[in-house]
């Protein structure tokens, strides 16, 4: 089967999405029948480009990795990036522009053109996700098209999928969890000896800070994180900017200190429950104890505990996760997606 | 839909199972248009019954809980007990007879008995999908039919499911876990300062152990399960009893005093690997470190740690499950059948 993918967004995922699917392409139409090619990339700062039999993907590579242009690998492609997503001739969009705290979002657009343009969508963008999953979900259903987002959270491990898909007839009733990369990072760094300052700095140094540092540093990543998964996951309606959040910005050497003689951690806890009828979430800075199941979730892994009615606590710990941790989302869609799995 | 439900066993499990269809019978016909009855019970110390209009589970749970024969609840059922399943008209037969280690085994007479007589498999038994996993699945695959089998491993917290399921196109590379609840859980008394004696006079009082106390304490269940995985999961062609294997009951006082002065627990850990082309496993009581992923899994809690070629490692915790865990299997495998996910 021609799975011909356009990716909008070029930036580390991305591109190492094109990595894994040039090591991976003999094996993806060997044992999945899935003879997959770019045929088009559409960039905010490397141009646009398309190409129906495919784009030179180690080309495209070196360009972009060094700062140049796209349009060299093809036709070039200009106008409103979600009109040229809507007239492209692809089978399968895969949207994973940055995120933005706002109801209004270029990747909703683009997700929204791909659907109408008869696209199935893979995301790890949470932005349009956590804002207007209903709807999402609800036009991929009507025009019989897949739209999957496991990337969007705890990148490859399975989260959105072990849940919608495995965990039949389970009622989830609370969960918590670690969800961002970066800030658990630099609190490690903290608790061995550096300073906050430090911390941030090897964190942009290692390429984990976002664009906008204050995504990870002040909580909107976790945040946002924690707001999806009650939506997704427990019908909620949330919205980031409604829930209370914390991030480890206003972090005092004082409040460690008081942690580590209480022989205490200090972690970024998201949180979602249920209050009677409605879902609720949070993101606070706590000190938790060393037996507690999210103490020992050290540097970039991630983690998340759920308490459901069948099974009484199940935790997930993703260790030391990539870039390829994420792009493997992508691919992991894309097969549920060849294997008509259109939502998780 | 109408499910009509042969039970093949009616120990512990299967009453938690008739436990939890009594409370979701609604649920299952509102949310997932599944009518389910049990229309047979087979028990090897019960007596057998059959009722076609669907049995009184109410009345078959006060009758096997009183040691009192079933046989008033329906219509006795007398010969073989494959005979039996074979003949019986059931849409679903779920085996939940007890483990044995041998390739002869009854359970595998049931699930051939079964499928020849047309019906879907759930089972939570090891012992026929550790001996015969392949013509199983092969035997269920060409009558279309289901043959599910998430209980064998870490009761309802999906295994199977999730690296079968969601985890496409990945490779596992190896595994460790702690599989066996009951020693995990005699561990921890050990530790807290209790005799092994009456760490297993415990188990025993809270119906931990199985009839035959060697599969937990001589490490046979927890190497069923290691084989199972490795099977299954990697494409393995092990058998339990070919396997090292070590159990609890050779701890001495003088090694679990040299593990806690050297800051370390004691844990039987179940493995997994690659060697060239073939696959390992094995079992062994090992002194871990207090920062290895598996050291605070405490009690009847158990847990897996998976590393993949795309995922560098993901762990699950299954933590102080109860018999509901595995009924909960056995229900999830039940609605993926109705689902039309004929296997994992």
């Known amino acids: 089967m021609r799975c011909r993918i356009l990716l909008v967004g070029f930036g580390n995922v991305g591109r190492e999405f094109a990595r894994l699917l040039l090591e991976r392409r003999s094996e993806l139409a060997k044992i999945h029948g899935l003879d997959a090619a770019v045929v088009g990339i559409i960039t905010g700062r490397h141009g646009s480009v398309e190409r129906a039999r495919g784009i030179d993907l180690r080309k495209a590579l070196r360009l972009a990795d060094a700062g140049a242009s796209l349009e060299s690998c093809g036709r070039g492609v200009h106008g409103r990036s979600a009109e040229c997503i809507r007239r492209a001739r692809a089978d399968v969009m895969i949207e994973i522009t940055p995120l ?3 109801p209004r979002q270029i990747g909703v657009d683009h997700i929204v053109a791909a659907l109408s343009g008869g696209k199935h969508v893979i995301t790890a963008n949470k932005g ?5 999953y209903r ?9 019989g098209l897949g739209f999957r987002y496991e990337g969007t959270v705890m990148d490859g491990a399975p989260v959105f999928n072990l849940f919608q898909e495995t965990l039949r007839g389970i009622r989830i009733l609370s969960f918590e969890g670690i969800l961002n990369s970066t800030t658990n990072l630099i609190l490690s760094m903290i608790e ?7 911390g941030v700095k090897s964190a942009r140094h290692m390429g984990l800070l976002e664009t906008d540092p204050a995504m990870d540093l002040e909580g909107w990543d976790a945040t946002v994180k924690a707001c999806l998964l009650a939506n997704v996951l427990m019908g909620g309606r949330l919205r980031p900017e409604q829930v209370p959040r914390e991030g480890i910005a206003s972090l005092t050497s004082k409040r460690i200190e008081a942690a580590r003689s209480a022989r205490k951690r200090m972690k970024l806890i998201a949180r979602g429950w249920r209050e009677g009828r409605s879902v609720k979430a949070s993101v606070s800075l706590e000190a938790v104890a060393l037996d507690h199941p999210l103490a020992s979730v050290d540097g970039t892994s991630s983690s998340l505990v759920v308490r459901t009615d069948m099974l009484r606590e199940l935790q997930i710990i993703e260790r030391q996760p990539a870039l390829r941790q994420t792009a493997y989302a992508l691919y992991s869609d894309l097969l549920a997606i060849r294997d008509g799995r259109l939502s998780p």
Chains 1, 2 share one sequence.
């Not at 349009?128 to 207007?132: E, L």
């Open 192 to 198: 061995a000896g550096r300073t906050y300052e430090d």
């Open 135 to 143: 709807r999402l979900k609800e036009m991929a259903r009507t025009q």
């Open 100 to 102: 933005r705290i706002a």
């Open 128 to 132: 349009p996700v956590v804002y207007h």
